[in-house]
């Protein structure tokens, strides 16, 4: 079965501080792979999403960068984090095939930057 | 662009049946998902429509019409633990990305 792992789960950073967040997939081959930022009571904003190794697509412009550096690892990064950047962070994964239905969630990680 | 319209919150008793509407603009659309965010948790997968008409799984029940860019999830015997966010998301783009409404707050009252 499929496994999707996120951790930290909580994290709490300085402003100006360096970011990164890991996220693996167990049990399945060339996922496609997100990350979402949800801020309190407010919907899952799509930050990035991956079809493929190297491959990193950017929906929004922002302080944040994502990597691929295996077929079922995505991390994302801040190279100096801001207060704009706390929220909670989830990472997704998804069939990379035409019969994707359904996307399966990490357990998140709720970043307060300080 | 692409947006999904919600209500913000929607509140109705225990036994009750409740509607939350979704609508959507999107290009390269492939299917309205919705999703169950309980406080503090990740999402998890109620339904997916890829074809106009109605999806039934159990109490839930999932709607769509693509000629009018509309769905809705309908639940059924409302129960306390269906106090939750619901979200609808459509699958659109070459990448089949996954893009999310902000969300409806279903509040169940005893």
């Known amino acids: 079965s499929q496994t999707i792992h996120q951790w930290p789960a909580t994290l709490v950073q300085p402003v100006g501080s360096p970011l990164s967040l890991e996220c693996t997939v167990e049990?399945?081959?060339?996922?496609?792979l997100y990350w979402y930022r949800q801020a309190a009571g407010r919907g899952l904003q799509l930050l990035f999403y991956s079809v493929g190794i190297g491959q990193i697509s950017s929906e929004v412009p922002q302080n944040l960068s994502a990597s691929r550096p295996q077929d079922r690892q995505f991390i994302l990064s801040s190279k100096k984090l801001l207060l704009s950047d706390s929220g909670f962070y989830l990472c997704a994964w998804s069939a990379g095939t035409d019969l994707n239905t359904e996307a399966f969630f990490g357990q998140g990680t709720r970043l307060t930057v300080v | 662009g692409q947006s999904l319209e919600q209500p913000s919150e929607v509140t109705a008793v225990e036994g009750a049946i409740v509607q939350i509407n979704c609508t959507y603009q999107t290009s390269g659309f492939y299917g309205l998902s919705w999703y169950q965010q309980h406080d503090g948790g990740a999402p998890t997968f109620l339904s997916y429509n890829a074809l106009d008409g109605l999806e039934e799984t159990g109490r839930f029940s999932s709607f769509l019409s693509r000629s009018d860019s509309y769905g809705y999830l309908l639940l059924q015997e409302l129960q306390m633990k269906d106090s939750a966010s619901y979200f609808c998301a459509v699958f659109r783009g070459s990448a089949r990305q996954l893009t999310f409404g902000s969300g409806t707050q279903l509040t169940v009252l005893p």
């Open positions: 049990g399945t081959s060339n996922p496609n």
